[in-house]
């Protein structure tokens, strides 16, 4: 019996991709699509008709939810959003939750029922339309990961500025600023089981045939950039404090620059060059280069605080690579937006809106010379190595949910198993 089987193209049949997802705080890859899966033909009599039903139930409604939602789930939807992220992503989260430890049973303790149902998912960063296995794994780290970007879709909606009542600028509350923090972790946490201790029980040829979407360069990579949105909202609160100093907003970005190059260096060698994939790749290359503005400004104004030649000469060289940084993170920006699905920037605010105001007149009140002189290679060159702090925040410690009670009564009683069964 095969355990792989992908469809080589997009048809345009079940992978529907939007045009256009608008305002974007956070990238948020496309909903990756159950299929349907027939359990009773799978198990026959193998499995209670219970407990089949009962598989059956929770994965339909998941199915019918996520295609619903895919095609506009990934939109700015500000209207129906709720203060905490959107009722409908909170629904579809609940639905995964309650799937999760019901299809844990077909794993627990090696069972065969493992492969004994070939589970379809529509892929969206990877060539292949779909990806189908005969493996609960599969299904498990499919899930994993659809809580995960469930989660980052709940963050974009928090972090997207609303008009005020006062009638000011559009902006983010600090109320939604700190939740999104718990909502990235909690994004990460999902991400760092799937990598720990999902990928691990797949046969090494499933791993090799995994889609794009689910390699562990992806899975890793979207746990970085999840812990590298959380820091640089910590250090827009920073910001705001009139009690953080500059060495506290200086390692939160430098902590940041870290974060966006290791989740780069994850998706570094990964065909990520069809739709959602590429547009991956261009968001990671902005935030990379944008942490690094932040980085070098700070890392200028602590070294501005020595009273020497050499340390004010350095405090210029890192303003300046701020400043080149800054310039460089716009064009990234401009292309991450022009890849398809488009979209836009929502209003400047927090971290970004403060730094490009401040990096620009900063740098130049501190040079003293004809900043024309000096080409963007040479700047490169002068500029100061960054600290090396180590990295303070880590996902959420999430663990797979103990299997479903159900399971009790399938290996005792009338709904005992018949492994004798399942091996022929």
Known sequence: MGCFVSTPQDTGGNRRRPGNIGDVSVFVPGLRIPKPVDFSLAFGDKLSKTLVERL????????????????????????????????TLGDLLQALEDYLPVLLGLVKDGSPLQHKVQFIWVNQEDDAEETAMFSAWYEVLSVLHLMATLSLSQANLLLLPRTSLDGYSPKVSEESRRSSVDVFLKAAGYLDCAVRNVLPQLPAEQRRNLPVDLAEGVLRALCLQALGQAVDIQLGLAIDSTKATLAVKRRLACEMVKYWQQAQDNIMNLPLSNGWGEKHRLFVKWKYIEAKASAYYYHGLILDEGNTEKSHGMAVAALQAADEYLKESKKACEAFNAAIPLSRNPPLWGTMKYLAEKIPKDTSSKVRINRDLYSYEKIMETAPTLPDFALALKPDEYQLPHVDASWDDETTGRGQINLNKLKG
């Open 56 to 87: 059956s139930a929770l994965r339909t409604r998941i199915v019918v939810m996520a295609g619903q939602e895919a095609p506009t789930i990934t939109r700015t939807r500000r209207k129906t959003a709720t203060q905490h992220g959107g009722s």
